[in-house]
């Protein structure tokens, strides 16, 4: 008799350490660094003091550092589900890693410097800075979208909900990517263009969007994982995510209907 085909073990919150592959462990333990990055400029935020809001604050290496951290020990865990060669997937996720860290790295720097860290071309080495977060920016379009189309090419496995989830997670973080992206190209026209202040001042309407609009390829995914520990039929779990997705859909329609009655 022929062997029966393995099914493969796909990654959950409970054993995405203990069965974790080296380059999934390694993915874990950075976006875990880089949350803790974000937590401790938070104890900096309070001692030092400064501004909230502003190019020049301890809140970018604090919400940078959680989500970067954040965002990248999710896509790892989600993107288990895919249908994807394991090779592929690997290399895309050590890439997103290292520009994960690249991306913190910088706007950190910065931050200790003193200086804003996008937009701002004052210096050569700023300049290179702020070209190198851009790039970076650039190169997580890529690499996300590539999971995304990975995700619609086929249907992702796991529980029942879990493709609904994967998918609308994916396609809300297009939004973010999208909305990450006119923010940078607008500030940089108004930078060539000699409106330093105003390029910082026009991310400001886009940011509510850009952040809503990040998480919800951790918060989707985990909801449909967390109900397929529930005693509820499969149908109510369904319309469980199916509703979730619906109002995390609203919320960044919202968002982004604010942010075109605001930008200038």
């Not at 309070?46 to 970067?68: E, I, Q």
């Given at each position: 008799?022929p062997?029966?085909?393995?099914?493969?073990?796909?990654?959950?919150?409970?054993?995405?350490?203990?069965?974790?592959r080296?380059?999934?462990?390694?993915c874990?333990?950075?976006?875990?660094?880089?949350?803790?990055?974000g937590?401790?400029?938070?104890v900096v935020?309070?001692?030092?003091?400064?501004?909230?809001?502003?190019?020049?604050?301890?809140?970018?290496p604090?919400?940078?550092?959680?989500?970067f951290?954040?965002t990248?020990?999710?896509?790892?865990w989600?993107?288990?589900y895919?249908?994807?060669?394991?090779?592929?997937?690997t290399?895309?996720l050590?890439?997103f890693a290292?520009?994960?860290v690249?991306e913190?790295g910088?706007?950190?720097?910065q931050?200790?410097?003193?200086?804003p860290?996008h937009?701002?071309?004052?210096?050569?080495?700023?300049?290179?800075v702020?070209?190198?977060?851009?790039?970076?920016?650039?190169v997580l379009?890529?690499?996300?979208?590539?999971?995304?189309?990975?995700?619609f090419?086929?249907?992702?496995?796991?529980?029942?909900?879990?493709?609904?989830?994967?998918?609308?997670?994916f396609?809300?973080?297009m939004?973010a990517?999208a909305s990450?992206?006119?923010?940078?190209a607008?500030?940089?026209?108004l930078?060539?263009?000699?409106?330093?202040?105003?390029?910082y001042?026009?991310?400001?309407?886009?940011?509510?969007l850009h952040g809503?609009?990040?998480?919800?390829?951790?918060?989707l995914?985990?909801l449909?994982?967390?109900?397929?520990?529930?005693?509820?039929?499969?149908?109510?779990?369904?319309?469980?995510?199916?509703?979730?997705?619906c109002?995390?859909?609203?919320a960044?329609?919202?968002?982004?209907?604010?942010?075109?009655?605001?930008?200038?």
């Amino acid at each position: 008799m022929p062997s029966p085909v393995k099914t493969p073990i796909r990654k959950t919150p409970s054993n995405a350490l203990t069965g974790a592959r080296p380059a999934e462990r390694l993915c874990h333990g950075t976006g875990a660094l880089l949350v803790l990055s974000g937590l401790a400029h938070l104890v900096v935020l309070a001692v030092d003091g400064g501004p909230w809001y502003g190019p020049v604050s301890w809140r970018k290496p604090v919400t940078f550092g959680l989500s970067f951290g954040l965002t990248l020990i999710a896509v790892t865990w989600v993107t288990s589900y895919l249908r994807i060669g394991e090779r592929l997937r690997t290399v895309l996720l050590l890439v997103f890693a290292a520009d994960c860290v690249v991306e913190v790295g910088g706007i950190t720097l910065q931050a200790w410097r003193g200086v804003p860290s996008h937009l701002d071309m004052e210096t050569p080495f700023d300049t290179a800075v702020s070209m190198a977060l851009a790039v970076g920016g650039g190169v997580l379009v890529v690499l996300l979208a590539v999971f995304a189309v990975a995700s619609f090419r086929r249907r992702p496995a796991g529980p029942v909900g879990m493709a609904l989830a994967v998918r609308s997670g994916f396609a809300i973080l297009m939004v973010a990517l999208a909305s990450g992206a006119a923010m940078v190209a607008r500030g940089v026209v108004l930078v060539r263009t000699g409106h330093q202040q105003a390029a910082y001042d026009s991310t400001a309407p886009l940011k509510p969007l850009h952040g809503v609009s990040l998480h919800a390829v951790l918060v989707l995914p985990a909801l449909a994982w967390l109900l397929s520990h529930t005693s509820w039929s499969e149908q109510r779990r369904c319309r469980v995510v199916a509703a979730a997705v619906c109002c995390y859909a609203a919320a960044v329609g919202a968002a982004g209907v604010w942010a075109v009655l605001t930008y200038r």
